[in-house]
């Protein structure tokens, strides 16, 4: 560490080594204090071998990859990092194994197809900004600790909320996509720890707000700068005993509006 005066410089060191027995491409990793980033992976350089990933590597950064399918199931058996960053790459479909460790998945800056996940209990934030994914994989529901689900900047043109069923998530942020329609099945009952929905800067000209009629902790929906001309809500006449919804003392609502309406009429009891 070098001081010049007030300021303070901290010299990071950091390696950059070319794997063995990938001559003929130009993959290669940058191995930092608590960081690894592999260069340049593809189909002919994918390596089997990752011994060169070290216990103290709390980042794995995946840089400029172009493979068919990435699948991580041998680096993320090596190492056991929180966070995973695939960054200006080119891949058709990424495979996350089941019991992996990070807790934060970052997609950026991809062309990427599809993402596949195995059951999970660790990751609890996956993001993707400015990639091509079309959809959302309904194997998102095999992540048992997702907090946030976050799409940005990508191709997304419909969202079913059929894909987060029995999903623990609180933040949906799909702003800047393509979203011309936002649905869920009839019967369908999910989302029951979901607080916000930002939908932002999409192509919605209608959304029945019966859709998340039934998501009672419900408490932010965002919709602006879309082409909304007709809003409305058609909340299911009967909805079957067995998802019927109760907040902590056991009453049943059927709507978020007027469950927060009794809260306040609750809490104004009280304070009285």
Sequence with gaps: ???????????????????????????????????CTIVNLTSESDTKDYSFLTNNTEELIFSQATIDVLDLTKPLATITPWKLLISHSNVSRVFFPA???????????????????????????????????QVISPTVAKLYALDILWVTHSQLTNFSFDVLQNSPVSLL???????????????????????EIFLSDNLLTKLDLGTVALMSKLKTLFLENN?????????PSAVPKHTALEDESGDEFCSWREYYIDQEQTDQELST
């Design 99 to 133: 019991q992996m460790s990070p807790s934060v998945v970052h997609l950026l800056e991809m062309e990427v197809d599809d993402v596949h996940f195995e059951e999970n209990i660790s990751l609890q934030d996956f993001r993707a900004d400015y990639t091509s994914l």
């Design 1 to 35: 560490m070098l001081k010049i005066g007030s300021i303070v410089l901290l010299l990071v060191c950091v390696t950059h080594i070319f794997v063995p027995g990938t001559s003929a491409s130009n993959l290669a990793y940058v191995d930092g204090n608590v960081s």
């Design 227 to 235: 082409k909304l001309t007709d809003l409305y809500m058609h909340v």
């Design 173 to 195: 942020y799909l702003v800047s996509n393509k979203i011309e329609s936002v649905t869920i099945s009839p019967g369908v009952v999910c989302c029951q720890s979901l607080e």
